[in-house]
């Protein structure tokens, strides 16, 4: 069975102390792994789509690395704005219809 | 982004009635999808769409059912609303045809008393 782990559960930084936030995927073959931020009483934004070992993408503050079993989305030098609620999915290689297999999320908050 | 709307945004019921939920999308998506988003539990797929009149069920679509009739229309119909229906739900769609990255509403919360 597909499985999506994110840790930790929440995190606190202060502005400016950089983090890394971990998604530890188990799927039969990696269609695309995304990550997604989302804000309070709001929908998913979408930031990232990896596809295979070694890629990276990166956004303002933000960078997204995966391996063949662990993604991480790195927060350089954070500002409150970054503040939010980061879920990482995976879709498994067989499937292509775009079932997304979600983790439960990252809860961080940056304070000034 | 996709123009994705949900309505209602907010709906309060009773045990039994049946509900129904729209996602409108106005970017010609080939793929919707609906999810139901609880604490603990992370985004949970219920049903998706990958063309009109063409549905299938997700992994928590037992009491749920879903209609496309337009390529800009999905909705959800909750039978018999129970207690355990009492979510946020998001819909969400795709292009498809290598554009594999979803675009989501700013979802409807549901409560069932």
């Known amino acids: 069975e597909d499985q999506v782990t994110q840790s930790p559960e929440a995190l606190r930084l202060q502005e400016g102390e950089s983090s890394s936030l971990n998604c530890s995927y188990t799927?039969?073959?990696?269609?695309?792994l995304f990550w997604y931020r989302q804000d309070p009483g709001k929908g998913p934004e979408f930031l990232f789509t990896?596809?295979?070992a070694g890629e990276e993408k990166e956004k303002e503050r933000l960078k997204a690395t995966l391996t063949k079993k662990e993604s991480f989305l790195h927060i350089t030098a954070p500002k409150p704005e970054d503040s939010a609620t980061y879920l990482c999915a995976v879709q498994a290689q067989t499937d292509s219809w775009g079932k997304l297999q979600f983790g439960a999320g990252t809860q961080v908050v940056v304070t000034p | 982004d996709a123009g994705i709307t949900q309505s209602p945004r907010h709906k309060v019921t009773e045990t039994g009635t049946p509900v129904t939920l729209r996602c409108h999308q106005t970017?010609?998506?080939?793929?919707m999808y609906w999810y139901r988003q609880d604490p603990g539990h992370g985004l949970r797929l219920i049903h998706y769409s990958y063309g009109v009149k063409d549905t299938d069920k997700g992994e928590v679509s037992d009491g749920y059912s879903v209609s496309r009739s337009k390529t800009e229309d999905f909705l959800l119909t909750l039978e018999s609303a129970t207690s355990s229906q009492t979510s946020v739900y998001f819909c969400a769609s795709r292009a498809g045809g290598g554009r594999n990255e979803q675009f989501f509403g700013p979802g409807t919360r549901l409560t069932v008393l």
């Open positions: 970017e010609n998506h080939r793929y």
């Open positions: 990896l596809y295979s």
């Open positions: 799927v039969s073959g990696l269609r695309g």
